[in-house]
């Protein structure tokens, strides 16, 4: 099973794989990923309350999709620059 630490632990030896884990550059890091994951985590919880109909919780993960895939982009276009 995938759990958050196995999911960071690959994220951390795709993206920082020379970065030891005693650092702070490792530690912020694994913070940010855990605070992103936290949430999408409370995203989740407030679109599944009986109150929030299919339509809007599609929306809302439409909406962060876009803000997803506009950040990449971005980061993609910064890199080329």
């Not at 920082?16 to 994951?37: L, W």
Request: aromatic share 10%; with cysteine.
């Amino acid at each position: 099973m995938n759990t958050i630490e196995n999911l960071w632990l690959k994220f951390a030896m795709m993206v920082i794989p020379n970065v030891k884990t005693d650092t702070i550059q490792y530690r912020e890091m694994k913070k940010a990923f855990f605070s992103g994951v936290w949430s999408m985590f409370q995203v989740v919880a407030v679109i599944g309350e009986p109150d929030v109909t299919q339509e809007q919780a599609v929306g809302v993960l439409e909406m962060i999709k876009h803000e997803c895939v506009s950040f990449q982009s971005n980061m993609e276009h910064a890199d080329k620059n």
